[in-house]
């Protein structure tokens, strides 16, 4: 197994789902059904299949083929693997089966320090930056085409970056004389041009790498479709806990456990409170990382799990 990849929140990830859990006897334990939205390098997985019982069950998807091939080597008949976006889950269960459902929105520390993936402004290599290497342009071949209105759009939307336009014109500029960048350092070169002030210690290109990443990989539309999945997968009493790693993740995260636990009701409908429908999910916490976890794993630092349970007597 690598060991190279540190999960954020393990033990409260791990405490989240299984102090919710209402395990059944050992003759019915096989219906019992966790999901775990990214495996990762199967810190999260490991460690929840640690506390099932004998006959329960897990998935976990992926969509980076190492992490699946890390994920084939673990020998667990509980455990199935899927080459999948999570957003894609509720192909694998049926609704309100599902006992407890984990999503890390973070990507693995081997992505970022293998060079080859394209994820890391600070080694050089192919400006890829896709999760699955199978499908999809790389980050690389959409900088050859997109216009710069796309390109200043996906910068400042994603990476909330305020010199969006400058970047996106300095890419066009240097892609006309035929040197579009190919490598992550071509490029990282190029923002830092650009933008000449910065927050202390904050890498000029984070927020343009981090605007490509989450553009060409597709990962806050998968949020989405993944939450909405989760929420009909889920069993009564049931919980999602999800951990984001930046604030466009946790504002949607948020949201939609807001939308989720309140009952809109029109001002002035004379109702009584035991005739309101009731909300889908009760809000159970928001946790972040200890400081000592911070100072053993700096990824760690902007890390939010968010938790909720869906009501019992609810069904989707």
Partial sequence: MNTTHRPVLLAEAVTALISGLRIPSSETSQNLLLIDGTFGRGGH???????LPSHARMISFDKDLDAIAVAEKINDQRLRIVHESFAQMDQYAEPASVDGILLDLGISS???DEAHRGFSFRKDGPLDMRMNTEYGLTAAEWLEQASQEDITRVIKTYGEERFAFQIAKAIVAKREEGLSPKTTLQLSSLVASVVRTREIGQDPATRTFQALRIFINHE???????LKAALNLLKPGARLAVISFHSLEDR???QFFQAHSKVEVPRGLPVRDRDLPQSALEIIGRIKPTEEEIRENPRARSA???VAEKRLGVNS
């Fill in 45 to 51: 997985t490991q460690a929840l299949l640690a506390k």
């Fill in 110 to 112: 081997p992505q970022v």
């Fill in 220 to 226: 806050l539309e998968d949020l989405e479709l993944g």
């Fill in 252 to 254: 949607i995260v948020k």
């Fill in 304 to 306: 939010i799990m968010r």
